[in-house]
């Protein structure tokens, strides 16, 4: 029984130290044999790498000229590009007598120009050989001239003259988030409110400021 009672202690110790030996040579048990925690492996691993910022490019204009552009692009430090481009205005209300055979047109014409008329003959377009009285910023203003040339006995309508100009604008290039603070500022400066601003995420870097 003794003999017994010994082998059973034997084993039992056999069985507590044989974990215990084998994390110690193993190297990965924490205090009390435990596995070490994933935020203490995380630890040593290498930090990301850090994103790029966000970059925006901000259109805005109209400038009357490139000089000008530029000279508004040097008031902010900033990545600055200029650029042109066809701008659509607002048309004119033109009055017109109406169409008719070219001789015909060319003989009123000079009708009008001996009682002191100024006019001319329109050369092409969709309303060639009609003869224009005038082109008005003011719908009013060409109304009330249509109604005199009416009661003159004139064929007259009232039409539309399409016209454009060539614009000069900026591409700013701003960290995302301050564009509205740049364009204040820039409006501050020039003196006076941008026709359009526009901004999208940049898709090259603007011409520095150095070289626009």
Same mark, same amino acid.
């Given at each position: 029984?003794?003999?017994?009672?010994?082998?059973?202690?034997?084993?039992?110790?056999?069985?507590?130290?044989?974990?215990?030996?084998?994390?110690?040579?193993?190297?990965?048990?924490?205090?009390?044999?435990?596995?070490?925690?994933?935020?203490?492996?995380?630890?040593?691993?290498?930090?990301?790498?850090?994103?790029?910022?966000?970059?925006?490019?901000?259109?805005?204009?109209? !400038?009357?000229?490139?000089?000008?552009?530029?000279?508004?692009?040097?008031?902010?430090?900033?990545? !600055?590009?200029?650029?042109?481009?066809?701008?659509?205005?607002?048309?004119?209300?033109?009055?017109?007598?109406?169409?008719?055979?070219?001789?015909?047109?060319?003989?009123?014409?000079?009708?009008?120009?001996?009682?002191?008329?100024?006019?001319?003959?329109?050369?092409?377009?969709?309303?060639?050989?009609?003869?224009?009285?005038?082109?008005?910023?003011?719908?009013?203003?060409?109304?009330?001239?249509?109604?005199?040339?009416?009661?003159?006995?004139?064929?007259?309508?009232?039409?539309? !003259?399409?016209?454009?100009?060539?614009?000069?604008?900026?591409?700013?290039?701003?960290?995302?988030?301050?564009?509205?603070?740049?364009?204040?500022?820039?409006?501050?400066?020039?003196?006076?409110?941008?026709? !359009?601003?526009?901004?999208?995420?940049?898709?090259?870097?603007?011409?520095?400021?150095?070289?626009?």
């Amino acid at each position: 029984m003794k003999w017994t009672a010994f082998i059973l202690l034997v084993l039992n110790l056999v069985i507590w130290w044989l974990p215990q030996w084998a994390g110690a040579q193993s190297g990965v048990s924490g205090p009390g044999g435990a596995l070490p925690r994933v935020a203490s492996l995380k630890s040593s691993e290498a930090p990301p790498e850090t994103l790029p910022e966000a970059r925006a490019c901000v259109r805005a204009g109209w !400038f009357d000229g490139g000089a000008e552009a530029r000279a508004a692009g040097e008031l902010v430090d900033v990545p !600055f590009s200029v650029y042109e481009q066809q701008v659509e205005q607002a048309p004119l209300h033109w009055v017109l007598i109406r169409p008719q055979p070219e001789a015909d047109a060319r003989a009123q014409h000079q009708a009008l120009m001996a009682e002191g008329v100024e006019s001319y003959v329109v050369a092409s377009g969709e309303h060639q050989n009609a003869i224009s009285l005038g082109l008005f910023k003011s719908r009013e203003a060409a109304e009330a001239v249509l109604a005199e040339k009416k009661q003159d006995n004139l064929d007259v309508v009232l039409a539309k !003259f399409p016209r454009n100009r060539i614009g000069y604008g900026l591409v700013l290039e701003v960290e995302s988030g301050q564009e509205t603070e740049l364009v204040q500022s820039v409006e501050a400066e020039i003196g006076k409110k941008f026709e !359009f601003i526009e901004s999208s995420t940049c898709k090259g870097v603007a011409t520095s400021k150095e070289n626009p």
